[in-house]
């Protein structure tokens, strides 16, 4: 489910899509932790070969909000505003097919680039 995340000061910060786990475990507890990867510079200068990876967590704080009628909603805030950023975001329907076309662009304008610098490894102009 997407939810926006919200600074203590109710500024948002990110859309992020919840499993369904964390949705359930908010029912029963007020905080949920989630995993944060942190992708560290290669481990040797200069090398591509592995990249270390951290793990942070972003502890989220689910507010019930009680909507006219009885229905009852989630405002979901964090202490860890820089962290949180990091987490994958969600995009909202109106924004998948502006990100749908550009990561076509990118993977076109990719290939394109792949297949002209083969061609220039194999000799070719």
Do not use: C
């Not at 662009?105 to 394109?112: A, C, D, F, K, N």
Request: aromatic share 6%; proline share 6%; charged share 20%.
């Amino acid at each position: 489910m997407n939810v926006v995340l919200y600074t203590q000061d109710m500024e948002p910060i990110t859309v992020i899509d919840l499993p369904r786990w964390a949705l359930e475990l908010a029912g029963a507890e007020r905080y949920v932790n989630v995993a944060a990867v942190e992708e560290a510079s290669p481990s040797t200068p200069g090398s591509i070969a592995e990249t270390e990876l951290s793990m942070h967590k972003v502890t989220l704080e689910f507010h019930v909000l009680r909507m006219p009628g009885g229905v009852k909603t989630w405002i979901v805030t964090t202490h860890d505003e820089t962290l949180a950023l990091r987490l994958r975001p969600s995009w909202l329907p109106g924004q998948r097919g502006a990100i749908n076309q550009y990561e076509r662009s990118i993977r076109t304008l990719s290939e394109g680039l792949l297949a002209a610098l083969s061609g220039l490894s194999r000799g070719g102009r």
